[in-house]
């Protein structure tokens, strides 16, 4: 499926539409390979947040950066409780 005239459609989504198309079809190869089509296993069976930064790197177009910031949403989202500087800021927004 070229993708490309779907990114296309829109071009507040990305200014290079073919360049676009190719990164998602490339990143849904490796899904698809590595992992049978659930990207969800890519968080759910790493063994720590080493592991999670490992399988995080092997997709392709994630630099530094977006597996930085990837491992912290992770790191955010399960745990039940929202950390202390958040918690803060919630405070200070109500009053």
């Known amino acids: 499926m070229d993708l490309a005239p779907v990114f296309a459609e829109n071009r507040r989504i990305?200014?290079?539409?073919?360049a676009m198309a190719e990164r998602v079809r490339e990143l849904a190869s490796v899904v698809a390979e590595d992992y049978g089509g659930d990207a969800s296993?890519?968080?759910?069976?790493?063994?720590?947040?080493?592991?999670l930064r490992k399988r995080i790197a092997s997709l392709p177009g994630f630099g530094e950066m977006k597996i930085s910031r990837s491992a912290r949403c992770s790191r955010?989202?399960?745990?039940?409780?929202?950390?202390?500087?958040?918690?803060r800021r919630i405070r200070r927004s109500v009053t």
């Open 14 to 18: 990305t200014a290079s539409p073919a």
């Open 41 to 51: 296993r890519i968080w759910s069976e790493a063994k720590d947040g080493a592991d």
């Open 76 to 87: 955010s989202n399960s745990a039940s409780r929202p950390r202390r500087s958040s918690r």
